[in-house]
T-cell receptor, first 116, second 117 residues
Framework: DQQVKQNSPSLSVQEGRISILNCDYT??????FLWYKKYPAEGPTFLIS?????DKNEDGRFTVFLNKSAKHLSLHIVPSQPGDSAVYFC???????????????FGKGTKLSVIP | GAGVSQSPRYKVAKRGQDVALRCDPI?????LFWYQQALGQGPEFLTY????????KSGLPSDRFFAERPEGSVSTLKIQRTQQEDSAVYLC???????????????FGDGTRLSIL
């Protein structure tokens, strides 16, 4: 049973427009969420995170939104740039409370293509 | 270096051979994780160390997999009697501190791509 789901395997967006990547989770114990970006033959690179006490976190062009009642989070990239083309992974853990495991549970990823 | 370093980057072994994968975490990072990533999938947790203590090994798929971090810095993931299903990218991640309300993200190395023939 997949606890973190990224239902869109791929997404294409025009340069300058908004990219919205979605992620759903099923484990109500998750309280810390992260987005990673991955280029081929490289490891995942941390982008942005959010804990369950917040519903929004922003860092430059990247904003993550968390809807706890829907068990849904999304990553917004505005404006999208060709260099943003990569695979984006959503990850979750129960690390914030300190009561659960610190391991990350990942989705399968969404491949974003930003078209110049 | 500034990031997590893993070696070798690529490893080819024959079925039945033993392999050892190395991870050098970011200096000062007390938490270290190993993940396995199959093609087209997200990384899956294998094991977690805090300093030299292995606190969680629930993700290790069999007793052929063994990890150690004897001095609380460099870690080695060993796979004995390798099988074809062990072929994957093995990722190491480190974090400066994890605790209640104190969260630092995990930073990943570029991984070791293991191919079992």
């Amino acid at each position: 049973d997949q606890q973190v789901k990224q239902n869109s395997p791929s997404l294409s967006v025009q340069e300058g427009r908004i990219s919205i990547l979605n992620c759903d989770y099923t484990n109500s114990m998750f309280d810390y969420f992260l987005w990673y970006k991955k280029y081929p033959a490289e490891g995942p690179t941390f982008l942005i995170s959010i804990s369950s006490i917040k519903d929004k976190n922003e860092d430059g062009r990247f904003t993550v939104f968390l809807n706890k009642s829907a068990k849904h989070l999304s990553l917004h990239i505005v404006p999208s740039q060709p260099g943003d083309s990569a695979v984006y992974f959503c990850a979750a853990s129960s690390a914030y409370s300190g009561a659960g495991s610190y391991q990350l549970t990942f989705g399968k990823g969404t491949k974003l293509s930003v078209i110049p | 270096g500034a990031g997590v370093s893993q070696s070798p980057r690529y490893k080819v072994a024959k079925r039945g051979q033993d392999v050892a994968l190395r991870c050098d975490p970011i200096s000062g990072h007390v938490s270290l994780f190993w993940y396995q990533q199959a093609l087209g999938q997200g990384p899956e947790f294998l094991t977690y160390f805090q300093n030299e203590a292995q606190l969680d090994k629930s993700g290790l798929p069999s007793d052929r997999f063994f990890a150690e971090r004897p001095e609380g810095s460099v870690s080695t993931l060993k796979i004995q009697r390798t099988q074809q299903e062990d072929s994957a990218v093995y990722l190491c991640a480190s974090s400066s501190r994890l605790g209640q309300g104190i969260i630092q993200p995990q930073h990943f190395g570029d991984g070791t791509r293991l191919s079992i023939l």
